[in-house]
């Protein structure tokens, strides 16, 4: 079983930035593709981002290419997603998954999730 703790949420202003971590203190997870998704009261979870494990491929929904960057350091055990230039319409709950399956940019896609972190985005 894999355990991912995600930290680094808060409530910001819009323009302002947040860097999101995602780790796991029990699994390697070099092993696995990681991605972070979003959600938002009322909604469905949608994929925001994307990296294989060796973090040659990343991968963007287009709400947030160009302004948010997912990168991961497996030394570290760590998967990061660095968000600039925030808006409003970003606020959610963002969770890290882990794949099994290769990097994928479906919630199906994932067979391991941590409990999320909150970002609210005021204007």
């Known amino acids: 079983q894999v355990q991912l703790v995600e930290s680094g949420g808060g409530l910001v202003q819009a323009g302002d930035s947040l860097r999101l971590s995602c780790a796991s203190a029990?699994?390697?997870?070099?092993?696995?593709?990681m991605g972070w998704f979003r959600q938002a009261p009322g909604k469905e979870r949608e994929f925001v981002a994307s990296?294989?494990?060796?973090?040659?491929?990343?991968y963007y929904a287009g709400s947030v290419k160009g302004r948010f960057t997912i990168s991961r350091d497996n030394a570290k055990n760590t998967v990061y997603l660095q968000m600039n230039n925030l808006k409003p319409e970003d606020t959610a709950a963002y969770y890290c998954?882990?794949?099994?399956?290769?990097?994928?940019?479906?919630?199906?896609?994932?067979?391991?999730w941590g409990q999320g972190t909150q970002v609210t985005v005021s204007s």
């Open positions: 998954a882990a794949s099994n399956q290769g990097v994928a940019t479906t919630v199906s896609g994932y067979d391991y």
């Open positions: 029990r699994t390697f997870i070099s092993r696995y593709a």
């Open positions: 990296i294989s494990w060796s973090g040659r491929n990343t």
